[in-house]
């Protein structure tokens, strides 16, 4: 059953085998494994429980029902905007589905610096195998290629640089274009779709509108959660109630998931619990075609450019880590990050047809930080450093040089001031400029790496099971756990370490 947590009297107490925090791709994923298995499972949502019908596909509706504050959440000084999803699915109700599994450099190089005994590359490999099954993954057929996307393909093909087809979880796509506002035909095999069903037949229960605000310990094992019971339309706190359970999951992303952490003084002598944030951050550049894009149509991301996305040079400093996609946003989203006002501003939003944007994705070293700002909130500083950033314009230039190479009149990026170029050769411009704070919107969707998993104790809070080194009973599922940036989206191995992380907790609780 699904319940909300509004419907339950402020201080009831809940007992089962196994509380999950958090029920995205790696809490869902071990939700489902232990419910199976004969354990009694409770999935703790701080969000709602939105269905394809309620997908009405309007920004100022599902914003709020998908994404943590509204789609706001960003760094403490604002340089940096992180967008995360939460609801019953978490981000896998917004996302767009890309599905690549982490190269094997990066597991490699894993297996080398952090031990890694339960997840050998066999193990890996396998557990993706399962995961591309459960969630039907395909390659995009180049029939459901848009304009926009074919834009993307023309550059490489012009400029003879890397790229490809991708990969996605869908079956039945009707090409809407509103992804990141939840399907409304309900054709993403997500974590809704897919595995709640399964932890529902098993007689797992879920409960919505639950924010676990701290975990409590005794005698050297997690006991208990206690959790806040939020009002959907307030988003503040109207009672509370605790569950106690035999272990404990803790799957609330790499930024929930540290932030919980902390604010529960959970020891970690390694002290790196939220202190090695990755995000992915992003550059966007813009377009102006003669002849409509109409890139709001079709499936979102489809072509890949890789060119400039170097693996196998993982760990060399002049190896390039940018990886780039098409972007775009829905008219509110985009009128909000387009820089300038009245008539300059509306004469720019009469072109929205006639735009493309892309975006270069970098594989980052930085290492940003998450704290508890209270029992409901957290605090993300992140801001790249001197390499990254000199990446992140790297990856302006470059996708100025796919636009142009494409057919663009001319190419914007969104810099304060606004910086328009209309010939290639001034592409040049933004490879050299220096990136500010404040001077770009920086954008980020996929938080990792706050908590890195290694099988030393001495260095790293939980084991490669998912297995907290210092609490007893306590596990984490989620991206948090990946030691470092993979480069590629996370989704499909979010997914892999819910079923991994799922089975060693059944084994450990004694379940079939």
Request: charged content about 20%; hydrophobic content about 40%.
């Amino acid at each position: 059953m699904i319940y909300d947590a509004n419907n339950f009297p402020s201080g009831s107490q809940l007992k089962c085998d196994l509380c999950v925090v958090g029920s995205g791709a790696g809490g869902s994923a071990a939700a489902m494994i232990a419910a199976e298995a004969g354990l009694k499972v409770v999935v703790l949502e701080a969000g709602g429980f939105v269905t394809p019908e309620q997908s009405t596909q309007r920004e100022e509706e599902m914003f709020k029902k998908l994404l943590w504050q509204s789609g706001t959440r960003s760094t403490v000084d604002k340089s940096v905007k992180i967008h995360q999803g939460l609801g019953v699915g978490g981000s896998t109700l917004h996302n767009i589905n890309l599905c690549k599994r982490i190269p094997q450099t990066i597991l490699k190089e894993w297996i080398h610096n952090r031990g890694m005994h339960h997840l050998p590359l066999k193990k890996w490999q396998a557990l993706y195998t399962e995961v591309e099954k459960l969630l039907t993954v395909t390659e995009v057929p180049l029939k459901q290629y848009s304009r926009h996307n074919q834009i993307l393909v023309d550059g490489c093909k012009e400029l003879g640089w890397r790229g490809g087809p991708l990969q996605h979880n869908r079956t039945g796509c009707v090409g809407s274009g509103f992804c990141e506002l939840g399907c409304a035909f309900d054709a993403k095999n997500n974590a809704l779709k897919v595995l709640v069903p399964r932890i529902l037949r098993a007689k797992g229960e879920i409960i919505t509108h639950a924010y676990a605000t701290k975990i409590r310990k005794e005698d050297g094992r997690a006991t208990s959660v206690d959790v806040a019971t939020i009002d959907p339309k307030s988003n503040e706190k109207v009672g509370s109630f605790n569950v106690e359970a035999k272990a404990i999951c803790v799957a609330a992303s790499a930024t929930g998931t540290p932030a919980l952490l902390l604010n529960s003084d959970i020891p970690d002598p390694s002290d790196t619990t939220g202190n090695t944030l990755r995000i992915h951050p992003a550059v966007f550049v813009s377009g102006d075609f003669e002849d409509k894009v109409n890139a709001w149509q079709g499936i979102p991301q489809t072509f890949e450019c890789t060119q400039w996305l170097d693996f196998d040079g993982h760990g060399n400093s002049d190896a390039h880590r940018l990886w780039i996609i098409t972007a775009f946003a829905h008219p509110m989203g985009t009128a909000t990050m387009l820089p300038g006002h009245g008539a300059a501003h509306a004469e720019r939003m009469k072109r929205y047809a006639h735009t493309a944007v892309l975006t270069a994705m970098l594989h980052d070293e930085t290492r940003g930080t998450v704290k508890p700002d209270g029992d409901l909130a957290l605090k993300l500083e992140y801001w790249p450093n001197e390499k990254d950033r000199k990446e992140l314009m790297h990856g302006a230039w470059a996708c100025a040089k796919l636009l142009f190479a494409a057919g663009a009149k001319s190419v914007t990026l969104p810099v304060q001031p606004l910086k328009t170029i209309t010939d290639v050769a001034q592409a040049e411009t933004f490879k050299n400029m220096e990136l500010k704070r404040g001077m770009i919107d920086i954008t980020a969707v996929h938080p990792m790496a706050s908590i890195p998993m290694g099988d030393d104790a001495s260095e790293a809070a939980v084991d490669s099971r998912g297995k907290h080194h210092h609490l007893e009973g306590l596990w984490v599922a989620d991206g948090s756990l990946f030691p470092t940036s993979i480069g590629v989206p996370p989704q499909l191995s979010i997914y892999a370490m819910g079923l991994h992380v799922g089975r060693h907790m059944v084994t450990s609780l004694g379940a079939a």
